[in-house]
């Protein structure tokens, strides 16, 4: 690259970035339907921006992104299963390498968590890893839907909304159920009952999770002028990584759970008749 | 009185809804067929695997017994050379019996054949001496015949004279 390319490049930068800023401020934020109070609470509770779902029922805008990433995710994994599966070499290329860990990772932690019956545990685990990873990843695209009261509003990562960590936390703690009862039986019922509070801790401690990173990213969002002082990479690097914290925190807390009631009883020792003198 | 946190169970139904359809359809679409293609290469690999190491037991094998003759191959080239040399030697000492014979037997026939042969001359030499004796007497018959004849001769004639 030449010298005056190069300071041509660098002039075209810092105008842009110049005009941007001049943009925001001169622009202002304009007239807001919602306080920032308002947004935050409307993020944690969904009591005002409610979306119609086929014009059947109102629901929280967390219902449709739910919709949208099952949708994406089932469309992805339609057209790998079709075109890239079949095509799958003996020693492997990037992209099937990233399937086959994708794979592997949940095999793996499902298998060592619960060596005695895993091939359930393996199948939720996987889907519902990478649903709450993608789900999480989902708030970056900000698709813009309408409220029934007529504002507009971009769709947060659906386990955001505690309904959806709620449905999570129980049915991982429904799977368990199953699988203990599967295993054991009544004895897998019972230890499963014993840790009734399992249900709840992952609920919120999912919900509590995604929340942080959507309060944050709404409080970014809300003053524009913020973003040009903390980049955006930065709040997309922290989706990322609490996406992948959250997908690892809960299955493996699902997958440790699942070991703990599936494992078989172990016999008690029998006492000789010396000890029952004594 | 409402459920705090604005918690709605049919919105909890919807999303559980959603995610049992997820997890099915990924489990067949996407985990299913990708476990079971790794596992197929698994058992491949484990397969080529038992057999590089069903070679490689052959191999160790075959190594062992080449060491194991190696090993002996001292002794067996001592062994071998040994017996090589004795039976040289006793090829050498037939040779020489056979050579030693032989020369007995050429050395027996030259005599044979100059003992033969001096008798051949012998009995030629005799002959000749019986020859040329016979002829020497003759010879000498002969010149004593012609001698008296002539005497005789010249006798008659110095008669015939003296008549």
Redesign the interface.
């Known amino acids: 690259m030449s010298k005056k390319r190069k300071i041509v490049s660098l002039v075209v930068w810092l105008a842009l970035i110049v005009a941007t800023l001049a943009g925001a401020i001169l622009c202002g934020t304009g007239q807001r339907a919602e306080t920032i109070q308002e947004t935050m609470r409307d993020a944690v509770l969904h009591e005002t921006n409610k979306v119609r779902l086929f014009g059947l029922l109102e629901v929280n805008p967390a219902v449709i992104s739910s919709l949208v990433v099952v949708g994406i995710l089932l469309a992805a994994a339609l057209l790998i299963r079709i075109f890239f599966i079949p095509r799958f070499k003996r020693v492997p290329g990037r992209a099937q390498l990233l399937l086959e860990q994708l794979v592997g990772f949940f095999t793996d932690l499902g298998k060592g968590n619960s060596p005695h019956r895993y091939r359930f545990l393996n199948a939720y685990i996987f889907g519902v890893g990478v649903y709450i990873f993608f789900g999480t990843l989902f708030e970056l695209l900000g698709l813009q839907v309408s409220t029934t009261h007529g504002n507009t509003i971009a769709l947060p990562a659906p386990l955001s909304d505690i309904n959806a960590a709620i449905a999570v936390g129980c049915f991982s703690y429904l799977v368990i159920l199953i699988g203990g009862i599967s295993a054991n039986g009544l004895r897998g019922l019972g230890r499963t009952l014993k840790e009734f509070s399992l249900p709840i801790s992952m609920s919120f401690r999912l919900f509590g999770a995604l929340l942080s990173g959507l309060l944050v990213t709404e409080l970014v969002y809300y003053y524009v002028g913020l973003s040009f002082v903390l980049p955006v990479v930065i709040a997309v690097l922290f989706t990322l990584l609490h996406a992948l914290i959250q997908a690892y925190v809960l299955t493996m807390l699902t997958s440790v759970f699942y070991g703990e009631v599936t494992e078989a009883p172990r016999p008690k020792p029998k006492k000789s008749k010396k000890q029952l003198e004594s | 009185m409402g459920i705090p946190?604005?918690?709605?169970w049919?919105?909890?139904?919807?999303?559980?809804f959603?995610?049992?359809?997820?997890?099915?359809?990924?489990?067949f679409?996407?985990?299913?067929?990708?476990?079971k293609?790794?596992e197929k290469?698994e058992a491949?690999y484990q397969e080529m695997d038992r057999e590089a190491s069903e070679k490689l037991k052959n191999a160790q094998e075959l190594e062992k017994k080449a060491q194991e003759l190696l090993d002996h191959a001292d002794d067996e080239i001592t062994e071998r050379r040994i017996k090589a040399e004795a039976e040289l030697n006793e090829r050498d000492a037939a040779q020489l019996l056979s050579v030693e014979k032989e020369a007995k037997r050429i050395i027996a026939e030259a005599q044979k054949a100059a003992e033969e042969e001096r008798r051949s001359i012998l009995d030629h030499t005799d002959k000749e001496i019986l020859i040329m004796t016979k002829k020497a007497a003759a010879q000498m018959v002969h010149t004593s015949t012609e001698e008296a004849y002539r005497q005789f001769l010249e006798a008659a004639e110095r008669d015939e004279g003296h008549a």
């Not at chain 2, 946190?5 to 709605?8: E, G, K, P, Q, W």
């Not at chain 2, 959603?18 to 489990?27: A, K, P, S, T």
Request: without cysteine; positive net charge; proline residues 3%.
């Open positions: 946190l604005n918690i709605d049919q919105q909890i139904l919807l999303h559980i959603n995610l049992i359809i997820l997890v099915g359809g990924l489990y679409l996407l985990y299913q067929p990708v476990k293609f790794i290469r491949l």
